[in-house]
Nanobody, 129 residues
Framework: QVQLAESGGGSVQAGGSLRLSCVES?????????MGWFRQTPGQEREGIAT????????YYADSVRGRFTVSHDRAKDTVYLQMNDLKAEDTALYYCASDRRPGEPPGTRWGECTFGYWGQGAQVTVSS
């Protein structure tokens, strides 16, 4: 089993910055290979925005955030981060971190060359213009 807990959400003015953190706790025998960040606004589909492969640090970003957001991972702390700079009003959303689906588990959500099966509870980010 895997559990994820986000922190660091809040309100900021346009052009400002926030950093989200997500701590992973797991009892699975399988190591985490990929973690990611998604976001969702009311009435919209959940949108993938960034992924990172934990072994080599390879990252992948949605076009909407590339150049402004940075995903990173600290293996010693089992924590994934999302540094968000130059925030815009359209970045307002509930942000979720995700961890990859383990072998033998139900199909997950495929995005950014990873398949995710575990989700955090979400952290609200509100950007005012």
């Amino acid at each position: 089993q895997v559990q994820l807990a986000e922190s660091g959400g809040g309100s900021v003015q346009a052009g400002g910055s926030l950093r989200l953190s997500c701590v992973e706790s797991r009892t699975s025998i399988y190591e985490t290979e990929c973690m990611g960040w998604f976001r969702q606004t009311p009435g919209q589909e959940r949108e993938g925005i960034a992924t990172i492969r934990t072994e080599d640090g390879n990252t992948y970003y949605a076009d909407s955030v590339r150049g402004r957001f940075t995903v990173s991972h600290d293996r010693a702390k089992d924590t994934v981060y999302l540094q968000m700079n130059d925030l815009k009003a359209e970045d307002t959303a509930l942000y979720y971190c995700a961890s990859d689906r383990r072998p033998g588990e139900p199909p997950g959500t495929r995005w950014g060359e990873c398949t995710f099966g575990y989700w955090g509870q979400g952290a609200q980010v509100t950007v005012s213009s």
